[in-house]
């Protein structure tokens, strides 16, 4: 699997909220974090943006109710960590 | 080319930077409050931390990255070194140390580059990282044998781990405060 370099930074950000985490000290809450490991996930290998189809169909936000997916997501693209891709109702997301 | 290159442009921008940062700033200070072997070794060694995250971000191509980094800084230190001396091996040692650790727990069937995991943890690259620096505080040990009073080895040898291990924990601790004062400005 060829790393591209948003990959490469997402991972190392992932490395870094790790050391939040454990230190106590995390910036995101719980439905925060799995969003945004759930978008790392399905970017994985690939430098593209995700549908919030596929981010809703993926098997850790699944249980999740829309309206939190939809909040978390807005709070993730304030705090920098996700991005919106396109127009504002494009649903496509790439991390941040 | 140019994208695929990128990566080791930085890492050795980043390298070549915090060894200066080290040894104009970080030693000197230390010189002044610290051990009479800080010409040698630090208790906060910051590049070890550029070694292991581009090992593990890079793979064991990230040699090539470090290695020119450290070949500048030690010609920079030691400009009377001759090419024949034993000392000259101290770049090699100190950039290949992290390849070495990710590749003996590749070798018991741990693979942990970036391309092989999913999961990015701080506390496997704590692991490469403290064990990289085994493998460094022992192999600049038996180079500068001679050069250091036999009393003074073993404790070069601990202030060289304990530098190195230092030196990555407060690194990656400095990195999070620098992702998190990104995070800041991206919300203004």
Request: with cysteine; hydrophobic share 50%.
């Amino acid at each position: 699997m060829e790393e591209t370099q948003p990959l490469r930074f997402a991972r190392l950000l992932q490395m870094v909220r790790s050391m939040e985490a454990d230190l106590g000290i995390s910036a995101l809450n719980k439905s925060e974090k799995v969003l945004f490991t759930c978008v790392g996930d399905l970017c994985l290998g690939t430098d593209s943006a995700v549908n919030l189809t596929e981010i809703l169909a993926h098997v850790d936000v699944k249980t999740m109710p829309q309206a939190t997916v939809y909040k978390c997501l807005r709070d993730l693209r304030e705090k920098g960590l996700l991005a919106h891709v396109g127009g504002r109702g494009s649903g496509l997301y790439r991390l941040g | 080319m140019i994208t695929k290159i990128t990566p080791f442009l930085i890492a050795f921008g980043c390298y070549l930077a915090l060894h200066f940062l080290q040894f104009f700033v970080i030693f000197p200070l230390e010189a002044k409050y610290g051990s009479n072997v800080t010409w040698l070794a630090s208790l906060f060694f910051f590049p070890h931390l550029v070694r292991v995250l581009a090992v593990w971000m890079l793979g064991p191509l990230a040699f090539f990255a470090l290695l020119p980094a450290d070949i500048i800084i030690h010609l920079v230190l030691h400009p009377d070194r001759q090419l024949t001396d034993l000392q000259m091996l101290v770049p090699f040692v100190s950039s290949g140390c992290a390849v070495i650790a990710f590749e003996l727990f590749k070798l018991t069937g741990v693979d942990l580059y970036l391309s092989a995991t999913k999961a990015s943890n701080w506390r496997p690259l704590f692991l490469i990282g403290a064990i990289a620096s085994v493998i460094n505080s022992v192999g600049l040990s038996v180079l500068y044998q001679g050069l250091v009073i036999p009393e003074e080895s073993l404790h070069l040898l601990a202030n060289y781990m304990v530098g190195d291990i230092l030196g990555l924990f407060f690194g990656l601790i400095v990195l999070m405060a620098l992702t998190r004062l990104l995070k800041l400005n991206a919300t203004r």
